[in-house]
């Protein structure tokens, strides 16, 4: 009876060892699955972490394009045109375009009785959008512009309009245009101005008072005193 007895336990011991043995393999495989999880786990965050780390640069803010809306300006609607005579407003760079949409109605900008130096002395740049063709002679008269962009469309610029511009003591006044030299040199003529004795009465006369004056007080073109940039585009004004 004790020999069966013993042989009984053996049985046993041996069906326990085989099913333990069955569980620590089936642990192990769960086991290992789990710490290849944990691993994977591990090395994706440490990849994320590191791309957090770097970064993403040269993201630039979407700037609204507000360099002078029509509400800063001080204007007249004339038939189809809206002409500007001076600006209001507390921007230092300014833009003119060429047209304005006022009440659903587009209307043609007429500068040519605008002044940059009446109403606000803020402004240091100007930037004549593409379609601008001319400008008041005196455009610049009692400004402190020190930057101005000129499109490609522009018909003619006088010498004399840019002696108005004068720059601080060691700097020079930028010019930019959107064409070559060579098209500049095309577009950039000496002013004639008319003598006093041979204008008509009216704004002629005025117009030839005022540059004798200007003349007597030594107004005149230098060109030492300005920095040309062709091939330029209005951002270059608005860093």
Excluded at 102 to 125: C, L, N, P, Q
Excluded at 136 to 148: H, L
Excluded at 218 to 228: C, N, W
Aim: aromatic content about 12%; some cysteine.
């Amino acid at each position: 009876m004790k020999e069966k007895k013993k042989g009984g336990c053996l049985v046993t011991a041996i069906k326990v060892f085989v099913v333990l043995m069955i569980i620590g393999f089936i642990a192990s495989i769960f086991g290992g699955n789990g710490k290849n999880e944990e691993s994977e786990t591990t090395s994706g965050n440490s990849q994320n972490e590191e791309t957090q780390e770097k970064g993403v640069t040269g993201i630039e803010v979407q700037k609204e394009n507000k360099y002078g809306d029509i509400e800063d300006f001080s204007y007249e609607l004339s038939g189809d045109s809206i002409v500007l005579s001076s600006y209001n407003g507390k921007d230092e760079t300014i833009e003119i375009r060429p047209t304005y949409t006022i009440d659903e109605t587009e209307y043609k900008t007429d500068i040519s009785d605008f002044s940059v130096g009446i109403g606000s002395h803020r402004v240091k740049a100007l930037i004549l959008c593409e379609g601008i063709e001319e400008v008041e002679t005196s455009i610049f008269n009692s400004s402190d512009v020190k930057e101005i962009f000129f499109p490609k469309s522009m018909k003619n610029v006088y010498d004399y309009t840019l002696s108005y511009l004068h720059p601080e003591d060691g700097e020079t006044i930028k010019i930019y245009y959107a064409g070559t030299q060579e098209e500049w040199a095309e577009i950039f003529t000496e002013y004639k101005r008319t003598k006093v004795e041979d204008a008509e009465f009216g704004e002629e006369m005025g117009q030839a008072m005022a540059d004798k004056i200007n003349e007597m007080i030594g107004s005149e073109y230098d060109s030492s005193l300005f920095e040309y940039f062709f091939s330029a585009s209005p951002d270059d004004l608005k860093k």
